[in-house]
Structure formats: C-alpha cells, structure tokens
C-alpha cells in the first residue's frame, strides 16, 4: 500500500476511535461482583471487576466504586453452598456469590442504586441474577427502573442448571435513565421461590445519536479505502 493510503487508513482509524489513545472507550464504567465475606476475607472476584462483599444479614450496604457509589438494599451476602464450583472456572468468581432478599412476593426484592452518573443521559446495566444452589423452582425476576429512573425491564430466570458457561448467562440488559444523579433499579421474584439474586452488575453509558452515525460513516469509510489500496495495488 503506498503511504497516502497508509495514511487516510490512520485518519480514519483515529476518528473512529480504533487507535490504542481510544480503545479504553469500550471499558465499563463500573463492573462490580457481589459477594460474601467468609471468615473475615471476600470470596473471590471477577477479573475485571471491582468486588463488593459484606454479611449474610446486611439490609444496606454502600461502596465507592471510583467514581461512583453504589447501594444495596435487600437482605444479605451470601454464597454458594452444595453447587458451589460448578459454573465455568471462567465465570465461577461471579456467579459463585450474590446479594439476596429470600422475599418470595413479587413486589419484595433487592433495589440497586448508582450515585454519580449524569442526569438525563441513557445508560445500560446488565444485570446478572442467578443462585447455584436454586434446584428446587425456576424463578423468574424481573429488573425494573425504580424512583426517578425511567426505562427499559429485563427478566432472569434464576434456576441452577444448566450452569453458566459465559457472562451472557443469567444476564438481562436495560436502558434507564434518571432525573438525577442517581439511577435505581428494582429486581423482584414474578414466581417460583428462589428469592431474588443479584450476583453483580455492569454499567456503560449509551453513544450519543452523532456518535452513533459517526460510527456508521467510519466503517464505510473504512471499507473504501481498504477498497481503494487493493485496487490500486492489482
């Protein structure tokens, strides 16, 4: 390829963001993993993911998470106990552990709140609910804005098999925003008696509509001018 070529191909990598100065856009703003403190030490963290851990009976709990602060509210920590290990080594430090409400009414279940974000702009939380040791009755739950947070639901069906095998397991993904500074999202069982579970959450904010069209215009740009250097190269 001659090296105007070479060089339109770095323009347009650069405004799409594809240089090395921009791949940390695709990161989560949060990541956290819920879990358990047993005898006095966490259990075990995602990698790539912050961990929170506290008591089986903990009604609140409330951690900064750089810039963020998140609350739980619910029942407890808890863990694993008969089923435990049996997800993907891969996976098993998130799903091994949760936050509960053992509530089995809908209407009763655990609230998430994220202090710090942007009022008024979209986010995307991906949820993970899941209990290992669930053998007894599919349970479905249902995640929901709660509060000043408007959206998007998702349901989970929290059931022990088959185990996880990927992070898109046990998974739902809304769009919420809220008024506020902080967003709150409300998961309850729908039935079954699994309780609710809340193994840990991602969250990442949603590209502007310019944003978005830029990201268009860069892939056929892109394609041209590869295009355009392979014919000149037959």
């Not at 989560?28 to 006095?40: E, K, N």
């Not at 509210?73 to 808890?78: I, K, L, M, V, Y």
Request: aromatic share 8%; with cysteine.
């Amino acid at each position: 390829m001659k090296m105007r070529n070479c060089l339109a191909v770095i323009a347009v990598l650069t405004a799409c963001g594809l240089t090395s100065s921009n791949q940390a856009t695709a990161v989560p703003l949060v990541a956290v993993d819920f879990g358990r403190i047993v005898s006095g030490s966490p259990t075990a963290v995602q990698p790539g993911f912050t961990g929170i851990a506290g008591a089986p009976v903990e009604a609140t709990h409330t951690e900064p998470v750089g810039v963020y602060t998140v609350t739980v509210a619910g029942e407890g920590f808890f863990s694993a106990g008969f089923n435990a290990g049996n997800a993907d080594p891969s996976v098993n430090a998130l799903y091994e552990d949760y936050y509960y409400h053992n509530a089995t009414a809908n209407g009763v279940g655990i609230t998430l709140s994220i202090a710090g974000i942007t009022p008024n702009v979209d986010y995307d939380v991906k949820l993970w609910s899941y209990d290992m040791d669930n053998i007894f009755s599919p349970t479905p739950t249902l995640w929901a804005p709660t509060g000043s947070t408007t959206g998007t639901s998702g349901s989970v069906t929290n059931f022990a098999t088959p185990f996880p095998a990927t992070l898109d397991d046990y998974s739902t993904t809304i769009r919420v925003r809220s008024t506020t500074g902080t967003l709150e999202v409300f998961g309850t069982t729908t039935g079954g008696s699994g309780g609710t579970r809340l193994n840990g959450f991602q969250l990442n904010v949603v590209p502007e509509p310019s944003t978005a069209a830029l990201a268009g215009v860069c892939a056929i740009a892109t394609g041209a001018v590869w295009g355009r250097g392979k014919r000149r190269k037959a």
